[in-house]
């Protein structure tokens, strides 16, 4: 028994001598088909800073459009298994822009963090592009992060030069520290318990979100489930605290009794798509 705890302390500690490359769990495989529930889409692909091509989902809205909603997905398979998620805001006359990073379903290149942040940039750097493009000044743009995708687009909205042009920002079971999540996860196992501060020395927050994120001040939700067993609760709590300057008003948090890792949106549970729909225009209402 002591040479297989043996064996799985010196595998975790391999993992972590790999940064943060080992919060990212890329899949190739294609999980769900818009088309076989009657989604319309498009394939689109945008080149990354360093010419890598990262593939995307463009689902136009049923009606006339009022704005884009954009994806920025969980840690683990691809966007095929995520983009329900956001695609139910089809219906309430919302394109919806769903995108993989490297590594990550039909994207090129292997997943890692400072080509990931890279990414991430150019993902909203696009979504500029296209409200500037296509979309009159009356419409709508919407971030989403969830997990792990709240993370990458809280520390790229740090760095993104058009901010004022984000009109709601949703944050989703998502964290602000990755040394502060291995250290959980390590503390929460009785035989890792006594190495859980390795993970200050073997794990790199150089691009996770910092004290910049006062500086945003985008209308934002954070959802959060008491349940969440991957991220716990307090991180949600943490994030929305960090949101905004001192003061900051346009900021709301979901604290979900019931609500499970990125368990609400797209699940029809609860009524929250609706909820959210609500609040983005009582927001624009407001403006």
Same mark, same amino acid.
């Given at each position: 028994?002591?040479?297989?705890?043996?064996?799985?302390?010196?595998?975790?500690?391999?993992?972590?001598?790999?940064? *943060?490359?080992?919060?990212?769990?890329?899949?190739?495989?294609?999980?769900?088909?818009?088309?076989?529930?009657?989604?319309?889409?498009?394939?689109?692909?945008?080149?990354?800073?360093?010419? *890598?091509?990262?593939?995307? /989902?463009?689902?136009?809205?049923?009606? #006339?459009?009022?704005?884009?909603?954009?994806?920025?997905?969980?840690?683990?398979?691809?966007?095929?298994?995520?983009?329900?998620?956001?695609? /139910?805001?089809?219906?309430?006359?919302?394109?919806?822009?769903?995108?993989?990073?490297?590594?990550?379903?039909?994207?090129?290149?292997?997943?890692?963090?400072?080509?990931?942040?890279?990414?991430?940039?150019?993902?909203?750097?696009?979504?500029?592009?296209?409200?500037?493009?296509?979309?009159?000044?009356?419409?709508?743009?919407?971030?989403?992060?969830?997990?792990?995708?709240?993370?990458?687009?809280?520390?790229?909205?740090?760095?993104?030069?058009?901010?004022?042009?984000?009109?709601?920002?949703?944050?989703?079971? *998502?964290? @602000?520290?990755?040394?502060?999540?291995?250290?959980?996860?390590?503390?929460?196992? /009785?035989?890792?318990?006594?190495?859980?501060?390795?993970?200050?020395?073997?794990?790199?927050?150089?691009?996770?979100?910092? !004290?910049?994120?006062?500086?945003? *001040?985008?209308?934002?939700?954070?959802?959060?489930?008491?349940?969440?067993?991957?991220?716990?609760?307090?991180?949600?709590?943490?994030?929305?605290?960090?949101?905004?300057? !001192?003061?900051?008003?346009? @900021? /709301?948090?979901?604290?979900?009794?019931?609500?499970?890792?990125?368990?609400?949106?797209?699940?029809?549970?609860?009524?929250?798509?609706?909820?959210?729909?609500?609040?983005?225009?009582?927001?624009? #209402?407001?403006?």
């Amino acid at each position: 028994m002591g040479v297989l705890l043996l064996k799985v302390l010196i595998l975790s500690l391999i993992l972590l001598s790999s940064c *943060t490359h080992v919060f990212f769990q890329p899949s190739r495989y294609l999980y769900s088909r818009p088309e076989d529930l009657n989604l319309k889409y498009e394939n689109r692909v945008i080149k990354s800073k360093d010419g *890598t091509r990262l593939h995307s /989902w463009f689902f136009p809205s049923e009606g #006339k459009s009022k704005g884009l909603a954009v994806l920025f997905h969980g840690n683990a398979q691809n966007l095929s298994a995520h983009y329900l998620a956001l695609s /139910w805001m089809v219906r309430y006359n919302y394109d919806v822009w769903v995108w993989d990073y490297r590594g990550y379903g039909l994207s090129q290149g292997e997943a890692g963090s400072e080509g990931i942040y890279e990414d991430s940039l150019v993902a909203l750097n696009y979504a500029h592009q296209l409200m500037e493009k296509n979309y009159d000044k009356d419409s709508k743009l919407i971030v989403v992060g969830q997990s792990l995708g709240g993370n990458l687009l809280m520390r790229a909205l740090e760095d993104f030069k058009h901010r004022e042009r984000i009109n709601f920002l949703v944050l989703d079971s *998502t964290f @602000k520290s990755y040394k502060e999540l291995a250290r959980d996860k390590l503390a929460s196992v /009785w035989f890792f318990w006594p190495f859980q501060h390795l993970s200050y020395a073997l794990i790199s927050d150089e691009y996770a979100p910092n !004290e910049r994120l006062k500086e945003i *001040t985008i209308p934002t939700l954070v959802i959060h489930g008491r349940q969440d067993d991957i991220i716990p609760f307090s991180y949600g709590r943490e994030v929305y605290e960090s949101i905004g300057p !001192e003061g900051f008003k346009k @900021k /709301w948090f979901w604290a979900l009794e019931e609500g499970k890792h990125i368990s609400t949106l797209g699940s029809g549970k609860g009524g929250y798509d609706k909820k959210l729909i609500d609040l983005i225009e009582e927001v624009r #209402k407001s403006h």
